[in-house]
Nanobody
Framework: QVQLVESGGGLVQPGGSLRLSCAAS????????MGWYHQAPGMQRELVAR??????????TYADFVEGRFTISRDTIKNTVYLQMNSLKPEDTAVYYC???????????WGQGTQVTVSS
């Protein structure tokens, strides 16, 4: 079992930046899949960015709507996964969740989420 705590959300103007953090209670090296998802009111939770080591080599996936603006990264010393968000748009407004999985075939562990609001 692992506990995940997201932080870094808040209110930002369009075009601004935020960096989200996901702190894990144990080594993230034990997990082959880690990602960020978001969920807006009335919408399903959807993938934003993901790192997958399941196939033996790191593969990073981004949703089309964040390609070129967001970057997922990890710090295995701090056991933290990050999401750098640049050029934010109002459409990015949502609760952002961190997810860790042993493999893509295992059930995910979720954090509690952090609210991101992009508004002028």
């Amino acid at each position: 079992q692992v506990q995940l705590v997201e932080s870094g959300g808040g209110l930002v103007q369009p075009g601004g930046s935020l960096r989200l953090s996901c702190a894990a209670s144990k080594s993230i090296g034990e997990f082959n899949v880690m990602g960020w998802y978001h969920q807006a009111p009335g919408m399903q939770r959807e993938l934003v960015a993901r790192i997958d080591d399941t196939i033996g080599g790191e593969r990073t996936t981004y949703a089309d709507f964040v390609e070129g603006r967001f970057t997922i990264s990890r710090d295995t010393i701090k056991n933290t996964v990050y999401l750098q968000m640049n050029s934010l748009k109002p459409e990015d407004t949502a609760v952002y969740y961190c997810s860790l999985q042993l493999t893509i075939y295992n059930s995910p562990h979720w954090g509690q989420g952090t609210q991101v609001t992009v508004s002028s």
